[in-house]
């Protein structure tokens, strides 16, 4: 069998590029049609098309205004940038743990880092599955501290009535080439605070006033805010728009072969030879992984897999314990590592047929000698 790649990027059939395509740097008729169908699609009460997730995240921090001793906690067990975001404002953070076979954070951990500076947290919900939302509402009432959802990876995902990106004050949503649906590398601001609309928007227009120029509200077009070109180009956005016009498709096949990947290795799971991942919760069908014993186990497997012509990766290391990350934290979070140590994500695309998830599975019933 020839190469089986971890990811194909969902690639549009028949595509009409840059109808009504007038401008060409950003901002223009695609961006606002993107803008307006995500916040008609998903009832997402105001959005900025932004060039990645990253940005996003950077627009929500610069948006906050932090005071000096004031303190944003993040998750340790989360991407690089969702950190750095808030660090490139000069805001100080804190990191927390996860669960030991579960990317979600520990609560228990969560209530002791939660202090009287906490004004933010990050919450990330992790491969397609939402983080317990309705934990950290319940105690945002109390602590008066604002949430930013780091919903990269979670795309048409619902809980209750609402998506994802929608609970917190600001979501962050990826378009990066790896998700779901994408437009080779772009993101969005969700944001849900009416208090943020006007300021988020200048800090996303290179911090000038521009809107309200434009609208002849102002008699100056001028530097308002610390800001910068946050904006995907119009290509992006054009191309974005009509993926966005597939993701029901798209939605259906990463269904099927992520069920099709549950359904082949249930008897490894009770036979207790891997940990999948929960189950119970929602998801859009963005990641499969598994969750082998120890570092030593998962890395045979991954060897094994690649002998076998599959592509399958680990994840990333936690924070604290990057060269980063361990200038802000001595503690030791053991069950992100134990946890970023275990992780094996398998193939998922829509171009993976059912013959190769087959294979897939055959494989790692193999290694195991099942």
Same mark, same amino acid.
Request: charged fraction near 25%; hydrophobic fraction near 35%.
């Given at each position: 069998?020839?190469?089986?790649?971890?990811?194909?990027?969902?690639?549009?059939?028949?595509?009409?590029?840059?109808?009504?395509?007038?401008?060409?740097?950003?901002?223009?008729?695609?961006?606002?049609?993107?803008?307006?169908?995500?916040?008609?699609?998903?009832?997402?009460?105001?959005?900025?098309?932004?060039?990645?997730?990253?940005?996003?995240?950077?627009?929500?921090?610069?948006?906050?205004?932090?005071?000096?001793?004031?303190?944003?906690?993040?998750?340790?067990?989360?991407?690089?940038?969702?950190?750095?975001?808030?660090?490139?404002?000069?805001?100080?953070?804190?990191?927390?743990?996860?669960?030991?076979?579960?990317?979600?954070?520990?609560?228990?951990?969560?209530?002791?880092?939660?202090?009287?500076?906490?004004?933010?947290?990050?919450?990330?919900?992790?491969?397609?599955?939402?983080?317990?939302?309705?934990?950290?509402?319940?105690?945002?009432?109390?602590?008066?501290?604002?949430?930013?959802?780091?919903?990269?990876?979670?795309?048409?995902?619902?809980?209750?009535?609402?998506?994802?990106?929608?609970?917190?004050?600001?979501?962050?949503?990826?378009?990066?080439?790896?998700?779901?649906?994408?437009?080779?590398?772009?993101?969005?601001?969700?944001?849900?605070?009416?208090?943020?609309?006007?300021?988020?928007?200048?800090?996303?227009?290179?911090?000038?006033?521009?809107?309200?120029?434009?609208?002849?509200?102002?008699?100056?077009?001028?530097?308002?805010?610390?800001?910068?070109?946050?904006?995907?180009?119009?290509?992006?956005?054009?191309?974005?728009?009509?993926?966005?016009?597939?993701?029901?498709?798209?939605?259906?096949?990463?269904?099927?072969?992520?069920?099709?990947?549950?359904?082949?290795?249930?008897?490894?799971?009770?036979?207790?030879?891997?940990?999948?991942?929960?189950?119970?919760?929602?998801?859009?069908?963005?990641?499969?992984?598994?969750?082998?014993?120890?570092?030593?186990?998962?890395?045979?497997?991954?060897?094994?897999?690649?002998?076998?012509?599959?592509?399958?990766?680990?994840?990333?290391?936690?924070?604290? %314990? @990057? &060269?980063?990350?361990?200038? #802000?934290?001595?503690?030791?979070? /053991? =069950?992100?590592? $134990?946890?970023?140590?275990?992780?094996?994500?398998?193939?998922?695309?829509?171009? %993976? @047929? &059912?013959?190769?998830?087959? #294979?897939?599975?055959?494989?790692? /019933? =193999?290694?195991? $000698?099942?």
């Amino acid at each position: 069998m020839s190469k089986v790649l971890f990811n194909i990027p969902y690639q549009l059939k028949n595509f009409r590029q840059f109808n009504n395509l007038k401008t060409f740097a950003g901002n223009g008729y695609w961006t606002k049609s993107v803008q307006k169908k995500l916040e008609k699609k998903y009832s997402f009460k105001k959005v900025l098309l932004t060039d990645s997730c990253t940005s996003a995240l950077e627009i929500s921090a610069l948006s906050l205004k932090l005071k000096k001793n004031e303190e944003v906690i993040i998750p340790s067990y989360a991407y690089p940038t969702t950190a750095s975001a808030f660090l490139r404002c000069g805001y100080k953070i804190k990191f927390v743990d996860c669960n030991e076979n579960d990317p979600r954070i520990n609560h228990s951990h969560f209530l002791k880092v939660l202090n009287k500076n906490t004004k933010v947290v990050v919450i990330v919900h992790h491969a397609g599955q939402p983080e317990d939302i309705n934990f950290f509402l319940r105690l945002k009432k109390k602590y008066k501290f604002k949430i930013i959802e780091d919903a990269a990876q979670c795309i048409d995902l619902r809980i209750g009535k609402k998506y994802l990106g929608s609970f917190g004050d600001f979501g962050c949503i990826s378009f990066h080439e790896s998700k779901n649906i994408h437009c080779g590398l772009g993101g969005a601001l969700i944001i849900n605070d009416k208090k943020f609309y006007n300021l988020s928007h200048y800090i996303w227009e290179r911090g000038t006033n521009r809107k309200d120029f434009d609208k002849n509200t102002v008699k100056k077009y001028t530097w308002t805010e610390i800001g910068s070109n946050f904006y995907p180009t119009e290509f992006q956005a054009n191309y974005l728009y009509n993926q966005l016009a597939n993701i029901s498709l798209v939605q259906k096949k990463r269904k099927k072969i992520f069920q099709l990947y549950v359904d082949n290795l249930k008897s490894l799971i009770k036979k207790k030879k891997i940990v999948s991942m929960n189950l119970n919760l929602k998801t859009n069908y963005h990641m499969k992984y598994v969750i082998l014993k120890d570092l030593q186990e998962r890395e045979k497997l991954k060897n094994y897999l690649e002998k076998n012509n599959i592509h399958s990766v680990s994840h990333y290391e936690p924070l604290h %314990l @990057s &060269k980063i990350g361990k200038k #802000f934290t001595k503690s030791a979070f /053991k =069950n992100a590592k $134990k946890f970023s140590e275990r992780i094996l994500r398998l193939p998922i695309h829509t171009e %993976l @047929s &059912k013959k190769q998830i087959f #294979f897939i599975c055959k494989c790692i /019933k =193999n290694f195991f $000698k099942i």
